[in-house]
């Protein structure tokens, strides 16, 4: 059976092509878009196991209700295999809204068995996505655990980013026999997550700009957009969503929810210096295709967690008149839209695109000290003493100092070989260090006779 093209058009929102899955060597794909049962024994693969759910207000997980169905499939296996998990009621054909039994913000967790295939670890949802992990159990399969949440959503049929940003939601879209639904069909509580494959047509050097992007999620209740990008000029990661400013009813605002997780390793692999070193700030804009300024979303913020950066946007419209936002998990917000299948008459759709653009700036780069400087040779000849310093990692000059009895003499060079001139007979006992804008620690001490 093929993803609903409502399933389907979901994952579109957020199904960015350019981010694929590792290569394996010997991999063992399921079969194509069977779903996979509950697993009845350890050894099985190609099954989930560990359903869990916690509705809003509890505090214990529990097993979910016996009307819920995860329909986990794979997809696509001779282009990209790719995963999905596509929450509904019933069975692998039912209702797609889950808040009769999972309401909205309910929280979902599930552990799925892909035996010797690897998923490409890259998450994307339709529904509020906390995180994700994989790893091999011991008999070397490998079990993805997803963790994410319902969210409303509207389905837009017609809701396309163009090129120049101006045809957005212009077209309602026609029910039709693969798509049950007009422009709209609203989903008080809604949940699917996509892992999106690698083509398997790609080769080294383009699987390796793929992994650049493993261990990302991103989840959004956006109608449309373009994948992710990395604008190396502006050191931005960019992303581009659309949607209708309202409902159905021409009066209520769409309200939109966006996050993503960053790994450190995709920020180093594009800004090209470690995250410590060079991430000095982290600023999110939005803006309107039509609108003339950037703005912050309500309530956006980016923080710095275990392993990377998250970015949350709990609200965010594409209307020109909002009004006052909804509480973030509050079911008003999807309260009084109209469900009418087949009527497409009085869509308030509005030509908006909007560019969500995450900053990263690199700092100038911190000067770090040189390393301590050695000798390695120290001679005299007549009245001259030359010492030779083995080069130190980050020096730009170096110092050294003699010292005999009361006196004392320093000298300063750019290269490694210090010389003092007019030194007076004797044992003179010396020292070097190298510098740059901070110095580093002084040799040990060297002493030379001048005869």
Known sequence: MKLSKVGVLGAIALAFSSLVAPAQATVTYPTEREYFPQCSAPTNTNCYSNPLVKRPGETEWSAPPANVYFGINAFDIANSP????????????????????????????????????????????????????????????WITSAHFATINWSAASNCNVEDNFADSCLSPGTASESQGQGFWFDYNSFAQVVFWGVPLSADAQAAAQYHIWDGIFISSNA?????????????????????????????????????AFIPDHSIESLLGTPVGES????????????????????????????????????RYTFDSNPGIPPSVYSVRNVAG?????????????????????????????????????SFKSASAHTSTVTLVAKSAARATSYQASCNKGRTTKTATSRKTTVRFTNMAKGTWTCKIRAKNSKIGAWSSITNVRVR
């Open 279 to 314: 991430l000095s700030s982290i600023s999110l804009t939005r803006q309107d295709s039509n609108a003339a300024t950037a703005s912050t979303p309500s309530d956006a913020r980016i923080e710095r967690v275990t392993g990377g950066i998250l970015i949350t946007m709990p």
């Open 82 to 141: 790719s995963l999905v998990i596509d929450m509904r009621l019933d069975n692998n054909q039912g209702q797609q809204d889950l808040s009769a039994s999972l309401p909205y913000g309910t929280e979902i967790k599930v552990d799925i068995n892909t035996g010797s295939w690897q998923p490409n670890p890259q998450a994307h949802g339709v529904s509020v996505v906390r995180g994700f992990s994989q790893t091999q159990d011991s008999n070397q399969n």
């Open 337 to 373: 839209v109209q469900r009418d299948s087949t009527s497409v008459r009085n869509v308030a759709a509005v030509p908006h695109a909007t560019t969500l653009k995450i900053t990263i700036k690199k700092t100038a780069t911190a000067v770090v000290a040189p390393s301590k400087a």
């Open 223 to 259: 109608s449309g957009g373009y994948d992710p990008y990395f604008d190396q000029a502006s050191s931005s990661w960019v992303i581009t969503n659309v949607g209708p400013g309202r409902y159905k009813d021409t009066t209520t605002t769409n309200w939109l929810y966006f996050n």
